[in-house]
C-alpha cells in the first residue's frame, strides 16, 4: 500500500501479537512523526532486549544475570515456591504484593491439541528443584482455563509422595483467561485464599 521504508515497518508490526492492520498503519505513522530522539532510544532497547535479556537459570524468570532479580533476593523464603506459566504471570503476582516465596515459571502448560506434553514445560528443572527439599509448598498459579487446570493436576499428582503441600488459587479469577488480566486485587485474594489441592 505505502512505498519502502514505511511499508516494511508496518508490516513488522503487523506481524506483533495483538496488532491488527490498522493499528499497525497508527503505530507506523506515530513513529514517522516521532522525535527522531525517541525513536533511536526504541530502536536501541529493542536490539538490548535480544542482546542482554535472558532467563534465570533457576526459575527460568526473563534476568539480565545468571540469576533474576527475585532469585537473588536473600530476604524471600525458600519454602513457598509458586508455578506459573510465563514471566508475565511473575509480574502480575509480584503486583499483588502478597507473596514472598520463590517462582517456577514452566514456559507454558500442557496443551495435547498444539502437542505441548510435560516434556516441553521446565517440569523436570522443577521436580529438581523440590528435591533439594526447601520446598514446603508449591502454589499451582497456573492460569484458570482448561490447560491451566491440566497442568495443575498434573503437578499436584506428580509432588503428591513427595509430602508437599500442593495448593490452587481461590476461585473469583476471571475463569478461562490469563492470570494477567486479573486485575491485583482479585489475584491477591486469590493467592490469601488458596486451598490445598485434593487428589
Ligand atoms: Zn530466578
Redesign the pocket.
Given at each position: 500500500m505505502y512505498e519502502g521504508a514505511i511499508q516494511d515497518l508496518i508490516d513488522e508490526l503487523g506481524r506483533l501479537p495483538g496488532i491488527g492492520p490498522k493499528s499497525a498503519q497508527r503505530i507506523a505513522f506515530h513513529i514517522l512523526s516521532a522525535d527522531p530522539i525517541d525513536v533511536k532510544r526504541f530502536a536501541s532497547t529493542l536490539e538490548r532486549v535480544k542482546n542482554s535479556v535472558r532467563f534465570?537459570?533457576?526459575?527460568?524468570?526473563v534476568?539480565e544475570a545468571e540469576?533474576?532479580?527475585?532469585?537473588?533476593d536473600p530476604r524471600r523464603t525458600d519454602e513457598i515456591l509458586c508455578v506459573v506459566e510465563e514471566p508475565k504471570d511473575v509480574v502480575a503476582v509480584e503486583r499483588t504484593g502478597e507473596f514472598r516465596g520463590?517462582?517456577h515459571?514452566l514456559g507454558g502448560a500442557i496443551n495435547p491439541l498444539e502437542g505441548i506434553g510435560p516434556d516441553n514445560l521446565r517440569i523436570r528443572e522443577l521436580m529438581v528443584r523440590l528435591a533439594a527439599g526447601s520446598v514446603q509448598e508449591l502454589i499451582l498459579a497456573t492460569d484458570p482455563n482448561t490447560e491451566g487446570e491440566a497442568t495443575a493436576t498434573y503437578l499436584a499428582l506428580l509432588v503428591k509422595p513427595m509430602r508437599i503441600r500442593a495448593t490452587r488459587l481461590a476461585s473469583g479469577l476471571p475463569v478461562g483467561g490469563d492470570l494477567e488480566y486479573a486485575d491485583e486485587i482479585t489475584l491477591g485474594r486469590a493467592f490469601e485464599g488458596r486451598r490445598t489441592v485434593e487428589l
Open positions: 534465570c537459570t533457576v526459575c527460568f524468570n534476568a540469576l533474576c532479580r527475585i532469585c537473588r520463590r517462582y515459571v
